[in-house]
């Protein structure tokens, strides 16, 4: 018989664990799941895990129906492509597209345990840019979720938050692209200036752009600091964050290819929906819809944004900046013979 003795858990301190890395009953769902309810029921989202946002919205204005075939642009957690899928059963199917190769396998096998075969689910690592090249068909319901997962911001690893110190990462997909530590140790000051206004509106442009880029940042925690140390407050923490993440991953390109391409992947009558977290975003978004529906593109647009609910608001506070517009595709015109 071996002795040699069991390896202990490791222990942290206090009552509750703090770091993400010690949270292991909520990163274990399967094992610990009334631990995780609790958390949930408290108002938190569990680490490692991701609460969809706007749900019943979406669902109310996709109206995804038994049959169709549904495009999940940002499948992340898989929470939006679990209610696509359910709505569009028995004879629908679901292409989910993904640029995060650390959690795509996760939520494939999340939802394949689900029952979701590959004969009406199918996951790809790829950035929807390039949707029109993928798509062998035109699509019924396109779906796009551009807020960050709770799996990425709780991750210090993935230098999203600044909650904890880790590495100024901030890339979608970690094995392709530059980290925001190196983008810093190139870029001038009159270009991060512009930089942060363009992708945050930060008021604060100039001021910070020169702070940061005297103190020579190489992780979270040190570029939250220099912004407060040059009178920032934690609004200007946040914005420089969303700045520099956006820039990392050419965000607004993606998006600005995306719509472009829009109306070529709808059918004719198809619903698209995207869920935008802050301005540049949204102003994107509303001017194309608008533009399609000057051009008969889009038969249908979102007039007013749709916001969640104050109970989803107080059960889950990430839902509080979210934005949810849609359009209708129209009808596409017969080429002349």
């Not at 979270?220 to 609004?235: F, I, M, S, Y």
């Not at 990430?318 to 596409?332: D, Q, V």
């Amino acid at each position: 018989m071996s002795t040699e003795k069991r390896k202990r858990r490791r222990r942290y301190s206090g009552r509750n664990p703090k770091h993400f890395s010690e949270k292991y009953k909520e990163l274990a769902p399967e094992r610990y799941a009334d631990d995780v309810a609790s958390v949930v029921a408290s108002g938190k989202t569990p680490a490692g895990m991701h609460r969809p946002i706007m749900v019943a919205e979406i669902l109310e204005l996709l109206a995804p129906q038994p049959g169709e075939f549904a495009v999940d642009c940002t499948l992340g957690y898989g929470g939006h492509a679990v209610a696509l899928l359910s709505a569009i059963h028995p004879g629908g199917r679901l292409l989910a597209l993904d640029l995060d190769p650390l959690e795509l396998s996760k939520t494939e096998a999340r939802l394949r345990s689900l029952g979701f075969g590959p004969d009406i689910f199918t996951a790809r690592r790829t950035n929807f840019a390039g949707l029109s090249r993928i798509l062998s068909e035109p699509a019924d319901i396109i779906l796009a979720d551009l807020g960050l997962s709770s799996m990425q911001l709780d991750n210090p690893e993935r230098g999203f938050t600044y909650k904890y110190d880790g590495p100024l990462d901030l890339r979608m997909n970690p094995q392709r692209g530059q980290p925001a530590s190196a983008l810093l140790s190139t870029i001038d000051e009159p270009a991060l200036a512009a930089l942060l206004m363009e992708n945050a509106d930060e008021p604060l442009a100039d001021r910070l752009a020169s702070a940061i880029l005297q103190a020579r940042v190489l992780t979270t925690a040190q570029l939250a600091k220099t912004v407060r140390h040059a009178g920032g407050d934690e609004d200007c923490v946040r914005r420089v964050f969303q700045a520099l993440r956006i820039a990392v991953n050419d965000e607004f390109g993606a998006l600005d290819a995306l719509l472009q391409t829009l109306p070529l992947c709808l059918k004719t009558g198809g619903r698209v929906a995207i869920l935008t977290f802050h301005s540049g975003e949204d102003r994107r978004v509303k001017k194309s819809f608008q533009d399609g529906e000057r051009s008969g593109t889009y038969s249908q647009i979102a007039r007013e944004v749709v916001r969640a609910t104050p109970e989803e608001r107080r059960a889950n506070p990430r839902s509080r900046s979210a934005k949810l517009r849609w359009a209708r595709r129209g009808s596409i015109p017969q080429e002349q013979s």
